[in-house]
Every structure is written in C-alpha cells, then in structure tokens.
C-alpha cells in the first residue's frame, strides 16, 4: 500500500471504511492517520459517502452456515480485536442478497471520484463538538475556476441527532485565518445537506474555521455569533 498521491490516499481511505485493507495494510494505514489530517478528512468522507449503501438494501437472511465460515476464515485473533463500526460483520449483514451490486456500487464510486476531471483547489473540514465530541459535520468544498464551485455541509451522526429548541435555530460561520471575524454562511437545517456556491465564502484557505451555532430563530441579530458553539473545525486542503 502507497500513499504517495491524492488517488492512493482516496483508494485507501476508501478501503480502509470498507474494511478490505489486509491486517499489514490497515496497520500501517492507522499509524500514517494520527500525524495526517488530510488523510482523516479522506476516511470521514468515505465513512459518510459508503454507510449510505446500508440504507438502501433490504435486509435478507444469510444461507445457512454461511457466516460461520466466513468467520472461521477469519480466525480467533481477527474476530478479538476491536474494530471500528464500519469494519464489523454485522453491519453488512443486511447487503447479503445483494453482494455483487454492492461491490459493483462501491468500485463505481471509487472509481467515478478517482475519474472526476480536479477541481482547482479541494478543502475539507469536519465539524466536532467541542471538547473532544463526536463528529457532527461535513465541510466540503471544491472551486473550479470561473464555474465558482459548491461548498455542501453533510450532517453526519452528531449532526442527525442534533437537537434544536423551536425557538432557535442552527447558522453555519466561517473565519479565514486573519479576518476581522466570522462570516455568517446562513440558517442550517437540522439532519440535511446544505449547498452552497462557492463564492459565498468571503475567502477559503487552509485552517479556516468553520462552526455551527445555536441562535435565535431567524439567525444572529448581530451579525456574528451570539450562542454557543455546538460544532467547529478547520479546512485542510487535498492534494489535487
């Protein structure tokens, strides 16, 4: 396994949430992530991107004695050690009766991003509660010259499960490193994608900030935040 360029870090990302990484492979792929924010920012696109495949195929009942020799192949030490959410048999369960179109599903879209013509510039944040807390958000956004490009806020687990008072509402900030202060992206709906052209963005830069804040129905009637911080993070830019 190489990490050398973007499409062997996006390959291997890929690989990695779908748990077909060798034991050798997905060591050396967890020790490259703790010093890589890049290289985090791929795997939580693909976490969010693959865990969608779930919701859409029907549940249905394995042959039988079908998984028990799946797990044999695995061996006792395999099935002891912990492993994410993603990687684990009983999350793939349900995509039994229709394995093939998975696997064709998925490969389509490893393929389909790695084919993608690239954006000028590529940035990624993901969005935590403070203190350490679960991921909530998804910042992505690509600039394709005169075309402008998309900047899409994706909710992922923390941001599904979000709750928000009816008297209050979510606004999406961002603050480039040196700006006066932040800039208001407009009102977020709770648990949906928000899209957003590109040049809405007063500038886009590596470590500018980005977060999420209760306020007010009907957003900030000071033109910056005034409630609290329910998620913040910070854009690393992706190698083209």
Known sequence: MTLDTAEDRSVAAGEYVLGTLSDTDRADFERALGGNA????????????????????????????????????????????????????????GLAGAGVAAAVLMGSLLMLRLQAPSPEERFVAVLQAPGGGGNGWLVEVSTRGAAGG??????????????????????????????????????VPVGAVTELPASRLPALMPEQLFEITLEPAGGSPLGRPTGPVLFIGRAVKLSS
């Not at 549940?59 to 994410?84: D, K, N």
């Open 150 to 187: 998309t900047l899409r806020l994706v909710p992922v687990a923390g941001g599904q499960a979000v709750a928000v008072p009816t008297d209050r509402t979510l606004q999406f900030w961002t603050k480039a490193p040196g700006a006066s202060g932040p800039s208001s992206l407009g009102l």
């Open 38 to 93: 890049a290289l985090r920012a791929e795997v939580a696109y693909w976490q969010d991107r693959l865990l969608s495949l779930t919701r859409h195929a029907p549940a249905v009942q394995p042959a039988p004695g079908g998984w028990a020799r799946i797990e044999s192949r695995l061996g006792p030490a395999r099935l002891r050690a912990p492993t994410p959410w993603w990687q684990r048999l009983t999350l793939w369960r």
